[in-house]
Each structure stands twice: as structure tokens, then as C-alpha cells.
């Protein structure tokens, strides 16, 4: 007899936890933010190629640098906007300070946590992203037809790096 499956993973079971900067501490009453991300993908990974000759031959190999993609993800906005106003305003306050972001480095990014769930929501794995900032924050469509009750946004971030953790 074959084993089957069924808890399946579906692409609706993750979340993003960030904490907020300290300039943003004062928005919330908690010091981080939980965004519902209705649709994103792992950001790409690349090793950087270089080519050399050996023994008359063209043999690739890894220089050593390692690239990561910009990560993309699109989130359902509360009813208040406040998770909207809360990156809205971090992109103002590092815009806003674009002289001074590597002297206060570290008060303009944070370390975020995307969680993986089944459907049951136990955790299949996270990915820690170190040193993330947004860069961008797509425009908010309001509508009233019918059909079409759920706001987004779409949002991008520069980080360092991530790291894949069970």
C-alpha cells in the first residue's frame, strides 16, 4: 500500500515578521510588523564565473563573489494601513537621511523572518533575511466594483543576504 500525502503546502501559508526601525516604534504598539504576503517568490541566488585557461583548455570556475536577487512581494493591507504608512514612512526616513545611511546603517535596516507553513500552520522552514530596506512601494489601487474587496501593495527590498533555517 502507498503512503499519501495530504498535507500538502499551498503558496497562501507564509508570512513576513519584521521589527521596525527605531523611527517607527512610535506607530505601533508592538515593536515589529507581521505583513500577510499574498504572493512573493524566494529571491534568485547567483555565484559569480570566471573563465581561465588550463592546460589549453577553457575551465570555469567560481570567483567567489555571490549575488542575491532583489526580494518582491505583494501583501494584503489592514484596514487601517497601517502596515502601508509604516514602509511608506521608511522609505521617506532613509530618503530623507540618504547623506547619513552609512554612518546610521543600522538604524535604517533590520533582520526579517518569512515563515513557511503547511496547512495545518506548522512551521516547513523560514528564511532570515539580513540587513533588508524597502526600495519601493507600488501605488494602492482604490475600487469599489464588485468582486474586488482586497487591497495590496506591491513592495521591493535591497538585503544583504539570506539564510535558509528549518
Not at 581561465?52 to 577553457?58: C, E, F, H, V
Amino acid at each position: 500500500m502507498l503512503d499519501t500525502i495530504i498535507n500538502k503546502t499551498t503558496p497562501s501559508n507564509f508570512y513576513l515578521t519584521l521589527p521596525l526601525i527605531p523611527g517607527q516604534r512610535d506607530i505601533n504598539d508592538n515593536n515589529e510588523l507581521v505583513l500577510n504576503i499574498h504572493q512573493t517568490v524566494i529571491p534568485g541566488i547567483s555565484s559569480e564565473v570566471q573563465i581561465s585557461n588550463w592546460q589549453g583548455a577553457k575551465v570555469p570556475f567560481a570567483a567567489g563573489s555571490t549575488t542575491f536577487t532583489e526580494w518582491q512581494f505583494t501583501f494584503i493591507l489592514d484596514e487601517n494601513f497601517l502596515n502601508w504608512k509604516i514602509l511608506h514612512n521608511w522609505i521617506l526616513i532613509i530618503n530623507n537621511n540618504k547623506d547619513k545611511f552609512l554612518e546610521y546603517y543600522n538604524d535604517y535596516v533590520v533582520d526579517s523572518t518569512l515563515n513557511v507553513l503547511d496547512n495545518f500552520e506548522k512551521s516547513i522552514f523560514s528564511i532570515k533575511i539580513i540587513n533588508m530596506w524597502p526600495t519601493d512601494l507600488s501605488p494602492v489601487e482604490l475600487s469599489y466594483r464588485e468582486g474586488e474587496n482586497i487591497l495590496e501593495c506591491n513592495a521591493t527590498f535591497a538585503y544583504m543576504y539570506y539564510e535558509i533555517q528549518k
